[in-house]
């Protein structure tokens, strides 16, 4: 069973920065893909982010893309989301994710939120206008 625990969200003006991380426990870390997804209120779920259990293949929605960094840190059990020049339509709860089969065919497969097996609990950013 992995536990994730996200944190870094807040409150920031268009145009600034965050950086999200997710803290992973109880599992072999290295092993599992993980994922950032957002839900913003009234809306679904949707994909932002992946990486495979190594780094090396990441994915991002088109929304974020040149905008939104994944990486992950295998010795320290996190993964980390760092987003630049803000919108208010970014505001919303991040959730990280992690996949147990540890690679994604393609990008299709990786904004798949049915393929996770686990999810934090999520973090609140709000980006204001």
């Known amino acids: 069973q992995v536990q994730l625990v996200e944190s870094g969200g807040g409150l920031v003006q268009a145009g600034g920065s965050l950086r999200l991380s997710c803290a992973a426990s109880?599992?072999?870390?290295?092993?599992?893909?993980m994922g950032w997804f957002r839900q913003a209120p009234g809306k679904e779920r949707e994909f932002v982010a992946a990486t495979s259990w190594s780094g090396r293949t990441t994915y991002y929605a088109e929304s974020v893309k040149g905008r939104f960094t994944i990486s992950r840190d295998n010795t320290k059990n996190t993964v980390s989301l760092q987003m630049n020049s803000l919108k208010p339509e970014d505001t919303a709860v991040y959730y990280c994710a992690a996949d147990a089969r540890g690679y994604y065919s393609d990008s299709y497969y990786a904004s798949l939120g049915t393929r996770y097996d686990y999810w934090g609990q999520g973090t609140q950013v709000t980006v204001s206008s």
């Open positions: 109880g599992g072999t870390f290295s092993i599992y893909a």
